[in-house]
């Protein structure tokens, strides 16, 4: 077995990388501790390497804490559901990534055969109509709108009558970022989801996001369902611990990773190598 | 918020009751202000590197008279923190020269087109004519986005939506301005980072091309430890001169850009609170430092 003094030195360590990853504190101490129980039972060998053994140990033990997490995909998920338009809200804070993601996800859907419309529901910004619009001319897909200042919920209702009399498979609404901490504008986001109905409430997560993902996580939820997560920018960051963070947190499946500013620049998560990657175990079997 | 909070002012607070530190409570008041900071998205090393300079410190003198040895300690901390984020007082801002020319660089989505807006309101209200360029040919709808923040101001802008080329925006954009007699142009850019080469190389260009005055980082405080090295990697292609701190309306401590500001050794003088364009102001170091420790 392991020595006590072994485990707390290898503990130590890992706390450090999760940290230095932006796990956030918390997060990364349920981790540490979760590992703990994993590592007291480890046999290690007497002799020879020690670290492949203490190292697959930390894999599982991670692997577990995920383990409830349910893996998603969209297609299979609308048809289950089989409704018509299905109707995917995008929500989260400023500067994330959600309409940039829209795009993307519209382009994945529509090169498997699928039609979309968008609601353009950030009435808000500046430039945030033109922004779709300049994403509709560019893929073909309609984008209903209203005036800046008007209520984003009645946008949302406009697409999805449009969507209904159209036969559009699937309704994306586009609603403004909003920090957790405006009261007001999450109580907007509560409402325009019930108006919503969305049969996929997507969270869009920055993956260079730090310990205030925890925050935005704990608060969001107060407010407004969140069925699955989409984290953006991971171009920037591939080791970004931030989806450990809120996979932990929210308990909700990821169901794609953006990768570039490009439309192609989408790909699917997958927590085992995610986990590899994050302590550097790549080459692990 | 509040129990994931606070460890450094529950710290103070344990300083304060106690009347001298022994040995223990100096271990236990550096072990609280490391974990303050690591949940402030202080990088790893740095938090160690700070709590020892802050230790040696203490241990190398007597406190002064008249001056217990808690309060010397507390004093050797928020002293530490704010000499690196600058010292009391409030943030320089001043345009040398007519027209001064501003660059703003930063990561994609940080908020660098909506803080030229708030700048260009700041230095408007300050009674300078201040101009608008938007030299991003990435996201869709970033002209009009300048635009329509622009015409809420009521100040020259130049944007071209044909156009693919950034340098020759710029180029274009100052001859423009120059002709406008403003006395602050601002040009804002397309988000980039560090593993995007080209539109590194792209930012280079626009640099050697306009050769601003100064290049003003937007960081969004809501970002880990990529604040720093984000920082450091723009750092590498053009000399970052100043940080503007976005999204301070969250509840994140700031402390990646404390980072930012120590690989740089640039300062943060403008502070972005919201998305309307008032929401701004300058830097405050106490402030910045009594919120990074949950004061
Ligand atoms: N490198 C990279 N950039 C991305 C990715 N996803 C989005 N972006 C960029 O991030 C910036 C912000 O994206 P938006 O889609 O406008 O973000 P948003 O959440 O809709 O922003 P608001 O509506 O203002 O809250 C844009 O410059 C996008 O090109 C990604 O996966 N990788
Ligand atoms: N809550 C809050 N939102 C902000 C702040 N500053 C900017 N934003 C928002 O952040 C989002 C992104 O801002 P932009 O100005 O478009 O960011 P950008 O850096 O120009 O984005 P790209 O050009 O795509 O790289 C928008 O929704 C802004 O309204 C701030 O201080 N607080
Ligand atoms: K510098
Ligand atoms: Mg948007
Ligand atoms: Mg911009």
Same mark, same amino acid.
Do not use: C
């Given at each position: 077995?392991?020595?006590?003094?072994?485990?707390?030195?290898?503990?130590?360590?890992?706390?450090?990388?999760? @940290?230095?990853?932006?796990?956030?504190?918390?997060?990364?101490?349920?981790?540490?501790?979760?590992?703990?129980?994993?590592?007291?039972?480890?046999?290690?060998?007497?002799?020879?390497?020690?670290?492949?053994?203490?190292?697959?140990?930390?894999?599982?033990?991670?692997?577990?804490?995920?383990?409830?997490?349910?893996?998603?995909?969209?297609?299979?998920?609308?048809?289950?559901?089989?409704?018509?338009?299905?109707?995917?809200?995008?929500?989260?804070?400023?500067?994330?990534?959600?309409?940039?993601?829209?795009?993307?996800?519209?382009?994945?859907?529509?090169?498997?055969?699928?039609?979309?419309?968008?609601?353009?529901?950030?009435?808000?910004? %500046?430039?945030?109509?033109?922004?779709?619009?300049?994403?509709?001319?560019?893929?073909?897909?309609?984008?209903?709108?209203?005036?800046?200042? %008007?209520?984003?919920?009645?946008?949302?209702?406009?697409?999805?009558? !449009? %969507?209904?009399?159209?036969?559009?498979?699937?309704? +994306?609404?586009?609603?403004?970022?909003?920090?957790?901490?405006?009261?007001?504008?999450?109580?907007?986001?509560?409402?325009?989801?019930?108006?919503?109905?969305?049969?996929?409430?997507?969270?869009?997560?920055?993956?260079?996001?730090?310990?205030?993902?925890?925050?935005?996580?704990?608060?969001?939820?107060?407010?407004?369902?969140?069925?699955?997560?989409? +984290?953006? *920018?991971?171009?920037?960051?591939?080791?970004?611990?931030?989806?450990?963070?809120? @996979?932990?947190?929210?308990?909700?499946?990821?169901?794609?990773?953006?990768?570039?500013?490009?439309?192609?620049?989408?790909?699917?998560?997958?927590?085992?190598?995610?986990?590899?990657?994050?302590?550097? +175990?790549?080459?692990?079997? | 918020?509040?129990?994931?909070?606070?460890?450094?002012?529950?710290?103070?607070?344990?300083?304060?009751?106690?009347? !001298?530190?022994?040995?223990?409570?100096?271990?236990?008041?550096?072990?609280?202000?490391?974990?303050? @900071?690591?949940?402030?998205?202080?990088?790893?090393?740095?938090?160690?590197?700070?709590?020892?300079?802050?230790?040696?410190?203490?241990?190398?003198?007597?406190?002064?008279?008249?001056?217990?040895?808690?309060?010397?300690?507390?004093?050797?901390?928020?002293?530490?923190?704010?000499?690196?984020?600058?010292?009391?007082?409030?943030?320089?801002?001043?345009?040398?020269?007519?027209?001064?020319?501003?660059?703003?660089?930063?990561?994609?989505? &940080?908020?660098?087109?909506? &803080?030229?807006?708030?700048?260009?309101?700041?230095?408007?209200?300050?009674?300078?004519?201040?101009?608008?360029?938007?030299?991003?040919?990435?996201?869709?709808? %970033?002209?009009?986005?300048?635009?329509?923040?622009?015409?809420?101001?009521?100040?020259?802008?130049?944007?071209?939506?044909?156009?693919?080329?950034?340098?020759?925006?710029?180029?274009?954009?100052?001859?423009?301005?120059?002709?406008?007699?403003?006395? @602050?142009?601002?040009?804002?850019?397309?988000?980039?980072?560090?593993?995007?080469?080209?539109?590194?190389?792209?930012?280079?260009?626009?640099?050697?091309?306009?050769?601003?005055?100064?290049?003003?980082?937007?960081?969004?405080?809501?970002?880990? *430890?990529?604040?720093?090295?984000?920082?450091?990697?723009?750092?590498?292609?053009?000399?970052?001169?100043?940080?503007?701190?976005?999204? +301070?309306?969250?509840?994140?401590?700031?402390?990646?850009?404390?980072?930012?500001?120590?690989?740089?050794?640039?300062?943060?003088?403008?502070?972005? &609170?919201?998305?309307?364009?008032?929401?701004?102001?300058?830097?405050?170091? *106490?402030?910045?430092?009594?919120?990074?420790?949950?004061?």
């Amino acid at each position: 077995e392991l020595g006590e003094k072994e485990i707390e030195e290898v503990l130590n360590d890992l706390m450090n990388e999760l @940290l230095e990853y932006d796990v956030a504190f918390e997060s990364a101490e349920q981790v540490i501790n979760a590992i703990r129980s994993g590592l007291i039972k480890v046999r290690a060998p007497r002799f020879g390497d020690k670290t492949a053994v203490v190292n697959s140990a930390i894999y599982e033990a991670m692997l577990d804490l995920l383990r409830d997490i349910p893996d998603m995909d969209l297609i299979q998920d609308m048809q289950t559901k089989g409704k018509r338009p299905y109707i995917m809200m995008y929500l989260g804070p400023n500067g994330y990534g959600k309409t940039t993601t829209i795009a993307k996800v519209t382009k994945y859907l529509m090169d498997r055969r699928f039609s979309v419309v968008w609601a353009a529901a950030d009435t808000f910004r %500046a430039g945030a109509i033109e922004q779709l619009e300049g994403h509709s001319e560019k893929l073909g897909v309609k984008v209903i709108k209203h005036q800046y200042g %008007a209520d984003p919920a009645a946008v949302v209702y406009d697409a999805v009558q !449009h %969507a209904q009399s159209k036969r559009i498979d699937v309704v +994306m609404i586009d609603t403004a970022g909003r920090m957790h901490t405006d009261k007001n504008l999450m109580e907007e986001i509560r409402k325009i989801h019930k108006v919503a109905t969305p049969d996929l409430s997507v969270f869009v997560a920055d993956a260079m996001m730090g310990n205030e993902a925890l925050e935005i996580a704990r608060t969001y939820v107060k407010y407004v369902p969140i069925n699955a997560l989409i +984290m953006t *920018k991971v171009d920037a960051y591939p080791k970004g611990g931030s989806v450990l963070t809120l @996979l932990m947190e929210l308990k909700r499946p990821i169901l794609f990773m953006g990768t570039g500013q490009g439309y192609d620049d989408l790909q699917k998560f997958d927590k085992s190598s995610f986990i590899k990657q994050l302590l550097g +175990m790549e080459g692990m079997q | 918020m509040k129990d994931l909070t606070d460890s450094l002012s529950k710290l103070v607070d344990k300083i304060r009751g106690a009347s !001298h530190i022994d040995e223990e409570t100096l271990k236990e008041v550096l072990k609280d202000l490391q974990r303050a @900071l690591l949940k402030a998205d202080v990088d790893v090393k740095l938090v160690y590197e700070l709590t020892k300079s802050i230790e040696e410190e203490y241990r190398k003198e007597e406190p002064p008279s008249g001056i217990s040895s808690k309060d010397y300690l507390l004093y050797l901390i928020y002293n530490k923190l704010i000499s690196i984020m600058g010292g009391e007082t409030e943030a320089k801002v001043e345009l040398t020269k007519r027209p001064y020319v501003i660059l703003l660089v930063g990561t994609e989505g &940080s908020g660098k087109t909506t &803080s030229a807006g708030k700048m260009a309101y700041w230095f408007s209200r300050k009674g300078y004519r201040v101009g608008l360029i938007e030299t991003d040919t990435v996201r869709p709808g %970033a002209h009009d986005q300048l635009r329509q923040l622009a015409e809420k101001l009521n100040i020259p802008f130049h944007v071209d939506p044909n156009s693919k080329d950034a340098v020759d925006i710029a180029l274009k954009g100052l001859e423009k301005m120059r002709k406008e007699k403003v006395d @602050l142009i601002i040009i804002d850019t397309a988000g980039r980072h560090r593993n995007e080469e080209e539109l590194m190389k792209e930012i280079k260009e626009i640099y050697n091309a306009v050769t601003p005055d100064e290049v003003v980082l937007v960081i969004d405080s809501t970002m880990g *430890k990529q604040a720093a090295a984000q920082a450091e990697a723009f750092n590498r292609n053009v000399p970052i001169n100043s940080i503007f701190l976005t999204k +301070m309306d969250s509840t994140s401590r700031g402390g990646g850009a404390l980072a930012s500001v120590v690989r740089t050794g640039a300062k943060i003088k403008f502070v972005g &609170s919201g998305e309307y364009l008032e929401d701004v102001e300058l830097f405050n170091a *106490k402030k910045f430092v009594q919120r990074l420790l949950g004061m």
